[in-house]
Nanobody, 122 residues
Framework: QVQLVESGGGLVQAGGSLRISCAASGTFSKYHMGWFRQAPGKEREFVAA????????YYVDSVKGRFTVSRDKRENTVYLQMNSLKPEDTAVYYC????????????????WGQGTQVTVSS
């Protein structure tokens, strides 16, 4: 059993930065971790992921160069550092677990957090 809790969201002006966190409890080892986001009226979108070892990361094109995903194995925590934020980044951000390597499909992710709201003003 895995439980995920996101935190760190909030309101920020365009061009600003936020770091959101995903704290895991239960069996966490060897799960790859992904971040997804969903804005009102829009489809859930893959954002970024990191392998269980932390050695490989991958991103959706729209956030490359601005967002960085990482994990701290000792703390069982995954982070998403978001820089140069844009209004179109506004969404609820979710973290999730998967055993599928390099998956960008939400159906491959089994455990999900409750989400944290990120709002970027212009």
């Amino acid at each position: 059993q895995v439980q995920l809790v996101e935190s760190g969201g909030g309101l920020v002006q365009a061009g600003g930065s936020l770091r959101i966190s995903c704290a895991a409890s239960g069996t966490f080892s060897k799960y790859h971790m992904g971040w997804f986001r969903q804005a009102p009226g829009k489809e859930r979108e893959f954002v970024a992921a990191v392998t269980w070892s932390g050695g490989t990361t991958y991103y959706v094109d729209s956030v490359k160069g601005r967002f960085t995903v990482s994990r701290d194995k000792r703390e069982n925590t995954v982070y998403l550092q978001m820089n140069s934020l844009k209004p179109e980044d506004t969404a609820v951000y979710y973290c999730a677990t998967t055993r599928a390597y390099s998956s960008r499909w939400h159906g491959d992710y089994g455990y999900w957090g409750q989400g944290t709201q990120v709002t970027v003003s212009s």
